[in-house]
Nanobody, 125 residues
């Protein structure tokens, strides 16, 4: 089992910034893919960003490209999501997730095996 704990959410005005962190513990593996998803009330859970612990590629949803940056700290088993130029439409609960490496898409929520509790991000207009 893997435990994931998000932190860093809060209330920010349009154009502001927040940095989310996800701490992983338990039976973590270098083969895990780490992802960020978000979900607003009444909407489907939406892919935000994903990376592997060792690979060079980082994937972003089109809606956040150029504004959000995902990063990793392998020694601390932590991934971060730096969010800049925030917009009201970014308001959602943000979830950290992990999946075992396989052929399934890292952009699809149902393919992930472990989830954090989520942290609320609210962007006021």
């Amino acid at each position: 089992q893997v435990q994931l704990v998000e932190s860093g959410g809060g209330l920010v005005q349009t154009g502001g910034s927040l940095r989310l962190s996800c701490a992983a513990s338990g039976r973590t593996s270098s083969n895990n893919i780490m992802g960020w998803f978000r979900q607003a009330p009444g909407r489907e859970r939406e892919f935000v960003a994903a990376l592997s612990w060792s690979g060079p590629s980082i994937y972003y949803a089109d809606s956040v490209k150029g504004r959000f940056t995902m990063s990793r700290d392998n020694a601390k088993n932590r991934v971060d999501l730096q969010m800049n130029s925030l917009k009201p439409e970014d308001t959602a609960v943000y979830y950290c997730a992990a999946k075992r490496t396989n052929g399934l898409s890292s952009r699809v929520a149902k393919n992930y095996d472990y989830w954090g509790q989520g942290t609320q991000v609210t962007v006021s207009s």
